[in-house]
């Protein structure tokens, strides 16, 4: 069974840090690209980063882009969200999900839990 | 980057309705989109892949159309458990951009 678990989130005080975790297990993940995707309290899904396969490449939306870092480990089966300079927009549900595997493959069809990140004073 | 924009924001429909919702990428993506759906406090789900291929365990009754820039997403007949916010979301090239969300509710 495909399973991606979230873990590190919680309340953090305006420009703290704090960094996320993602195990998977279930799939092959060092073929697979890889995705963090937020959503704020009663707003849409918003991509905020995403990295290939090897970690090679990496792609972040503009909001977090210079404050937020995306990477992974394939010998642990993890990915991993380092947020830095952290704003109260930045307080949403953040989910870990699974990404391209070549084509005509489904893609984001698992998803993990889904994380709380608090960010108040 | 490449903006999604989709339409309507919301819509009413009654049960047994044929629902079409629609997508507009700010260039072109080919085939590159897919659709969620989402229900209150749940995990997006994924629907369909690849503009018009169904994701498995999905019911026939949603089906995708489209390439280049303007996408559908059609439910053709609507059953009360499709009560909730559907995303397209573009993957052309890294950014994963979504869609804002079309909500949709029973009339």
């Known amino acids: 069974e495909v399973q991606l678990v979230e873990s590190g989130g919680g309340l953090v005080q305006p420009g703290g840090s704090l960094r996320l975790s993602c195990e998977a297990s279930?799939?092959?993940?060092?073929?697979?690209?890889m995705s963090w995707v937020r959503q704020a309290p009663g707003r849409g899904l918003e991509w905020v980063a995403d990295?290939?396969?090897?970690?090679?490449?990496?792609y972040y939306v503009d909001s977090v882009r210079g404050r937020f870092t995306i990477s992974r480990d394939n010998a642990k089966n993890a990915l991993y969200l380092q947020m830095n300079a952290l704003t109260v927009e930045d307080t949403a549900v953040y989910y870990c999900?699974?990404?391209?595997?070549?084509?005509?493959?489904?893609?984001?069809?698992?998803w993990g839990q889904g994380i709380l990140v608090t960010v108040s004073s | 980057d490449i903006q999604m924009t989709q339409s309507p924001s919301s819509l009413s429909a009654s049960v047994g309705d044929r629902v079409t919702i629609t997508c507009r990428a700010s260039q072109g993506i080919s085939k590159y989109l897919a659709w969620f759906q989402q229900k209150p406090g749940i995990v997006p789900k994924l629907l369909i892949y690849a503009a018009s291929t169904l994701q498995s365990g999905v019911p026939s009754r949603f089906s995708g159309s489209g390439s280049g820039t303007d996408f559908t997403l059609t439910i053709s007949s609507l059953q009360p458990e499709d009560v909730a916010t559907y995303y397209c979301q573009d993957y052309s090239g890294g950014p994963r951009t979504f869609g804002q969300g079309t909500k949709v509710e029973i009339k």
């Open positions: 999900a699974k990404d391209w595997g070549g084509p005509d493959l489904p893609l984001f069809e698992c």
């Open positions: 279930g799939f092959s993940f060092s073929r697979h690209s």
């Open positions: 990295i290939i396969r090897d970690g090679s490449e990496k």
